[in-house]
C-alpha cells in the first residue's frame, strides 16, 4: 500500500485550495510535532519519574501533573514560532496568552487541552491533547475566542495510545494518521464514517445519583436489550474523553459527561467548552456524528468566559438524538 505522510496530505490539500497561504498547513504540521515530542516524553514517563503532581494548581483549583505542565509548555513553545499564532488559549492556564501582535501574520488563535486523561497518567493509560483553531478576530477584547464552535477552521485531537495518532478535520471529512517508527506520521484512514449508531456508551456511572431524570432514564434505557436484538449497550469508558471518542468515532455509541449536581462547578458539566467539547464536536459533525448539550448542539455554544463549561453528549446520531428525547422529558 501506498503510504502518504502527514505533509504530503497537508500539502495536497493546501494545493486544491489556490487562495490557501500555506499558513494552516505549518499550524498543523507544528500541533503535530508538538504531539511527537509529547508522545516521546509519555513513553518512559513511568520509569524517568516524571509522572505524579506538580507543585501548582490549575484555574479550576485542580492540581496540575507535572506532564500537564510539560505538555502546555511544548505547545506555547512550537505555536509561537513563525508568528502564525496571535492568541493560545489552555485548559492550564489561567489567562489566554498573546503570543505574536504582528497583525501582518499571526492569523489564528488555537485552543487546546495539552494532556486529556490526565488521572491515567500514573497507570500508563490512554491519553490525549485536543486542539481546536479559529481565525483571529482583530481587536476583540476576548481575542475572539469567546465565539460558537462553528468558528473553529479546524479542530482535532492527538491519542497516546498503543500507537500514537492525530485525528483532524478542517471541517470537510476527518483523516486519521498513525505514528510510525520512522517519526512519521502516515495516513492509516481518511474520510473517516461514524456509524450511525454503535454498541458502546461512555459514562461515570458513579455519578449516577448526582444526574438529572433524564440522563438517568437514558443510560438505563441504554443498559435495557433492545427488543429487536435482544442486545444492550456494551459499557466502555477509559477516564480518557479522548480514548473514548477515537473509539466511537469509528465504530458508533455514544460519551457522555453530564450536568452533574454534586459539586456547583459541574453543574454544567465537566468538560470545558473550548478545549474539549468545541473541538471534539467539529470531529464529530465533520464524520457525520453529533455532539449535544442535551438541549443544544455544543458546536453553537458561546462560552462567557475561555474556562466555561458545558454537558456534552458527543457520538453517533442515533444515541445523541435519544439523549435529547431524554432530557426534554420526550422519551
Ligand atoms: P481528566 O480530568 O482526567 O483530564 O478532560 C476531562 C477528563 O479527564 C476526560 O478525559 C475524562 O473522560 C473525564 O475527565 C474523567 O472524569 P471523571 O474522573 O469524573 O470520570
Not at 141 to 147: A, E
Not at 161 to 190: C, H, M, Q, W, Y
Request: hydrophobic residues 35%.
Amino acid at each position: 500500500m501506498e503510504q502518504i505522510t502527514l505533509t504530503e496530505f497537508l500539502l495536497e490539500q493546501q494545493r486544491a485550495h489556490p487562495e490557501a497561504t500555506g499558513e494552516l498547513t505549518e499550524l498543523l504540521n507544528r500541533i503535530a510535532l508538538c504531539g511527537k515530542i509529547i508522545a516521546r516524553r509519555l513513553r518512559r514517563s513511568t520509569l524517568t519519574g516524571d509522572t505524579g503532581y506538580a507543585k501548582t494548581s490549575n484555574v479550576y483549583g485542580e492540581r496540575q501533573e507535572k506532564l500537564d505542565v510539560y505538555a502546555n509548555d511544548v505547545f506555547l513553545r512550537h505555536l509561537r514560532y513563525g508568528g502564525i499564532v496571535s492568541i493560545a488559549a489552555s485548559e492550564e492556564m489561567d489567562q489566554p496568552e498573546v503570543l505574536s501582535t504582528d497583525r501582518s501574520k499571526g492569523h489564528y488563535a488555537v485552543c487546546f487541552d495539552p494532556i486529556d486523561g490526565s488521572s491515567n497518567l500514573d497507570v500508563n493509560g490512554t491519553l490525549g491533547t485536543i486542539f481546536g483553531v479559529r481565525r483571529r478576530k482583530a481587536a476583540v477584547h476576548d481575542h475572539g475566542l469567546l465565539t460558537a464552535g462553528r468558528e473553529q477552521i479546524a479542530a482535532g485531537y492527538l491519542l497516546y495510545g498503543p500507537a500514537t495518532e492525530i485525528v483532524f478535520t478542517t471541517g470537510r471529512n476527518v483523516a486519521i494518521f498513525t505514528l510510525d517508527d520512522a517519526g512519521e506520521f502516515f495516513l492509516s484512514k481518511e474520510n473517516v464514517k461514524m456509524p450511525p449508531r454503535g454498541k458502546a456508551y461512555a459514562v461515570n456511572e458513579g455519578n449516577e445519583s448526582f444526574w438529572s431524570e433524564g440522563t438517568r432514564r437514558f443510560v438505563q434505557a441504554l443498559k435495557t436489550p433492545d427488543p429487536k436484538t435482544g442486545r444492550a449497550h456494551a459499557t466502555r469508558y477509559s477516564a480518557s474523553l479522548v480514548g473514548d471518542f477515537h473509539r466511537i468515532l469509528q465504530q458508533g455509541g455514544i460519551y457522555l459527561y453530564p450536568e452533574d449536581s454534586s459539586d456547583p462547578k459541574k453543574a454544567s458539566g465537566k468538560l470545558r467548552v473550548l478545549y474539549e467539547c468545541h473541538p471534539l464536536a467539529m470531529v464529530a459533525e465533520a464524520a457525520g456524528g453529533r455532539a449535544s448539550t442535551g438541549r443544544q448542539e455544543v458546536l453553537d455554544v458561546i462560552p462567557k468566559d475561555p474556562h466555561a463549561r458545558c454537558p456534552l453528549a458527543i457520538g453517533s446520531k442515533e444515541e445523541v438524538d435519544r439523549y435529547d428525547q431524554y432530557v426534554a422529558g420526550k422519551a
